[in-house]
């Protein structure tokens, strides 16, 4: 028998032998069966009711019951053949007083809305404190609860995937040739909760380091005496390889930056150019979110990764973008380059415009649009401002700053800004796909790839309220499964593809919208 997982915010009516899975936490199913017509439903909502500004989802217990009603009535069933099934709405969230409301409310609004259909109760397995399994079964017209004991739950979230673990206490070693710049990282790490075990002014210090203080991560300088950091970044992951993020102070530092992150260099960032407190702030913040997702990731030794594969996804070029989606937008950061690249390979000449947003390659774009060009359909450019974004153009944020998108006279227009850190990233994720929401007239798509921290998670659930599509890379096929995996657990994704499948998805949602 076919199994399948229900996500948030999703709702499923069948009549076929099928199971279905899902996760509660604070959320709410409600199982429906019929019998008599030998079908069944599940859905799975996250809230009460739909804002006025939104577009009708499964998010919201308002529309989540009477979707799932439609469905089951396709099917052949009648309210007054069905019974119902009530789960979930625990207080997961300890200490939280919100998280106990929300369960609550949640509860409360599947009882009322059943009572005022008509619908019979048959069992409700509602609140507490502990997160749930349902199970049900459409061969036996079985459904089946299992609490979740607290080992079970600190594996599994409503996700379906595994519980996204953090490093609490990150241990960091600065390696540096200034002086200064070591001084300024320890203060911003000491001042964010980071335990800094110690200080190098080159490779042969750091290597007695590593191998006495044992860091989580290592802040590692391109450019230093007796050893550069991209030779000493080699050896290192060859005999002793750790989450590693490459900074420098120079401009032209692009190919290093990317000979770097395919050694296994997690990051990098540029050093500050001037010592403005504003400017400092914005760069400890940015600085501290990367190398706390760095101590997050398990480095692999040199020899067992592959350098610079290439992810060529052929698209029939016969299936060409037709009217029904006026602009893509793409965000990413941290371990997010080569599905970008598989993307790129895969976008067919005719495009809609398409932007994007990842601060990760922000910092070398020249060198990186140099370096993957070779076979591309599209053109790649470095947007600026009050630039008219056309098809078969594809348009990045420059380094440290926002790029949003507007619409005059019927076009969309790129805007650049500067402004404060976004979830600790400059250019952020959240600001373009904010700005698109607000545009686009639903006529968009978002997609949200590998990345640390919740950058792009409220932006995609701003292109999912306006009623525009929302994707994410398979959290399984991440380096970082962070983002997209939190986009999932608010349900605000339409769609979840690898990286060699983005493209076939959006022609298809594409000429779907205008059939």
Known sequence: MKSLFLLPGKYAAFNE????????????????????????????????????????????????IPLLLQDMEKLGAKIEQMQAHVFGG?????????????GQLNIEYAFQTLRTLGIPIVEKNVGGIKSRKVVVNSHDFSVKEVLLNESEAQEIDIT???????????????VDDSATIRTLFQNIFNKNGLEVVGVAADAYQARELIVSKKP????????????????????????????????????NQ????????????VEFMHKPTQFDPQILKQLGEMLVE???????????????????????????????????LNIIAVGGNIGSQKSLETLLRSLPADSPPVVISNSTISGFLDAYLKEIQRGISVELRVASDGEILKSGCVYFAPAEIHLKVVDQSSNFIARLRESMPINGQKPSIDVLFSSIAKCANAKAIGILMSGFGRDGVDGLKSLHAAGSQTMVEEPSACDFPYAPQQAISVGVVDYIREAKDFVTTVMQVRNRSVA
């Open 254 to 265: 692009g190919e290093a930056a990317l000979k770097a992150l395919s050694l296994g260099a």
């Open 17 to 64: 032998p099928l199971e279905i899975k899902t996760v509660l936490g604070s959320c709410v199913s409600v199982v429906l069966v019929d019998r008599t017509a030998k079908c069944m439903g599940i859905n799975h909502y996250l809230l009460t009711s739909l804002p006025k500004s939104e577009a009708p989802t499964g998010r919201y217990g308002e529309c989540a």
């Open 160 to 174: 379906g995937y595994k519980k996204l673990k953090q490093i609490k206490k990150v241990k960091v070693l600065i």
């Open 90 to 102: 625990a207080n997961v969230l300890k200490d939280v007083q919100i998280g106990k409301e929300v």
């Open 290 to 324: 990367k190398v706390k997702a760095a101590a997050n990731v398990k480095v692999r030794k040199l020899e067992s990764q592959k350098i610079n594969e290439k992810h060529a996804v052929h698209v029939n070029e016969k299936n060409a973008f037709i009217a029904g």
């Open 216 to 251: 989580d991560v290592i802040t590692l300088d391109i450019e230093m005496p007796k050893m550069n950091g991209v030779v000493f970044l080699e050896k290192l992951m060859q005999s002793m390889p750790l989450p590693v993020v490459m900074v420098s102070s120079l401009g």
